[in-house]
């Protein structure tokens, strides 16, 4: 008998990847899962309905001097979720909520998701063009927005799906000193144009209807839709990031496995304090302020208008808090009030630094005055938004990185083919994990451009992993604009301003600014040689929300282009860097 000599395995390749070796996991706080395992709750509104039945004695927000416990939160957000239901929508209608940050956004939202719709986030600073875009492409049927904004749906709501309005306003959750805070808004700051919908509920009159029916909380799973979070994504067209209750249920939970490890090294006092100064409408804060922080029974303090540093810092000096996120921007303005200085910051625990790089000097300064270090993360839209964060506990000084993947996240650097780069080289940073949205809005095509077959979210960002796998951003491969944490894009500025009789062409890019990163340089070619910078500029203002708007405006002969006609946006750069330097 013979037998065939053993066939030697071969052998294994070594890992040419981050996302192979994974070797960020070596520099989690110790005990920290690497997967977030089993998410406790269905949906969002499930999530919302558990803590507000948790913690329902405990304050959850605070705005202008007002406070509504869980309990109130838990009661009002039944009486809207009937309400829109006595209206007669179906489950996963959209409902759009165009509000800055006041009491009557979580209780909208939280009624909108509880009844089984999706949660259309709409900036309240949007020009009637940009608001009839996002609720036509939408499909919204409701919306509820402050009356200060109410004159720019005037103008569109007729071209839109929107049958249901409720209009709020700033003191409708404040009794009796609501009655002076709407006299003030409107009368003295006359901060209310005159404005007519025909037809529409005022938000206590909801409230009120709302109360005299009953509630049906929807059944609602972890596939369906919470909220569509518009974003330029890889084009100027904004589009709807489609985000499901388990991506943002997801992202949750991996924020708050980072934040356990700053519970084991902190004695943290029971309902966590967070400062809400930027806007829920936006992913950043509806997810880390809103959905994190009621999940942990937080309190949010709603700050309106965060521009109003004088404002703003009147209101920290009235509470002890142990969480801020913010921007760099905001960081800075806050760095150069002499009030804010004077401010006790003993309890202060996490800062988070997010939708645009936090600068060295900044993060230093900041640092030292409050003897917290910032903790730097990076996500977008599509991704619910974080995908990397700096370590929360002592571990995580400030290193100038946008941080580790969270747990259940994977990183890979990607060259232009898609092959998976070696640690230290520089390439596209692709995300995959739980917290990636399902796709963009009825928009395949725009979806099938960002996603990998092996389910990677092509961010257009560029960057490296280093040895110890934090991640560092070195360039972005879009055109975007960041300004103030938000992006701008090229294609709708230059759309906008082509509409101008008066110019024939024009090109966008960003330019540094010392106050929001960067700001909207448009370059113009004149059709009407009468054409002033001031026309331009009127145009944009008509046009544009302010963050969009060129601040600097050059004309020229001609634009550079390529053999096909391609407007060289790279080279208007370079050439205006050249002149900078």
Known sequence: MTTKPKKEAAPKEAPQSAAAEKVWLKSYPEGTPAEIGTVEHQSVGGLIKSACERYAAQPAFTCMGKTITYSEL???????????????????????????????????????????????????????????????????????????????????????????????????????????????????????????LPNHTQF????????????????????????????????????????????????????????????KEEDLPEGLVYICCLPLYHIFALTVNAIMGMDQGGHNILIPNP????????????????????????????????????LDFSELRLTLGGGMAVQRPVAERWKELTGCSISEGYGLSETSPVATANRFDAAGEFNGSIGLPLPSTEIDIRDDEGASLPLGEVGEICIRGPQVMVGYWNRPEETANVMTDDGYFRSGDMGYMDEDGYVRIVDRKKDMVLVSGFNVYPNEIEEVAASHDGILEAAAIGVPDEKSGEVVKLFVVKADQALTEDDVKTWCKDHLTNYKRPKFIEFREELPKSNVGKILRRELRDEDLAKSA
């Open 307 to 342: 521009r109003d540093i004088p404002g703003f810092v009147k209101e920290l000096g009235q509470y002890k808090f142990q969480i801020l996120p913010g921007l760099n921007t905001l960081f800075n303005a806050l760095l150069a009030n002499e009030d804010f200085r004077k």
């Open 204 to 263: 206590k009159t909801a409230l009120a209807a709302g109360a005299g029916k009953t509630f049906a909380p929807a059944d609602c799973g972890p596939d369906d839709i919470a909220f569509l979070q518009y974003t330029g994504g890889t084009t100027g067209v904004s589009k709807g990031a489609t985000l499901a209750n388990r991506n943002i249920l997801a992202n949750a939970a991996q924020n708050d496995v980072w934040l356990e490890a700053l519970k």
């Open 74 to 196: 838990d009661t009002h957000a039944a009486q809207i979720g009937a309400w829109l239901q006595s209206c007669g929508l179906e489950k996963g209608d959209r409902v759009a909520v165009m509000m800055p940050n006041i009491l009557q956004y979580p209780i909208a939202a939280a009624g909108i998701l509880q009844a089984g719709y999706t949660v259309v986030n709409v900036n309240p600073l949007y020009t009637p063009r940009e608001l009839e875009h996002q609720l036509k492409d939408s499909g919204a049927k409701a919306i509820f927005i402050l009356e200060n904004f109410a004159t720019t749906l005037q103008q569109v709501i007729g071209k839109t799906d929107v049958k249901h309005v409720c209009v709020a306003t700033m003191g409708d959750m404040m009794g009796l000193k609501g009655h002076l805070v709407n006299f003030v808004v409107r009368s003295v700051k006359k901060m209310v144009p005159a404005w007519s």
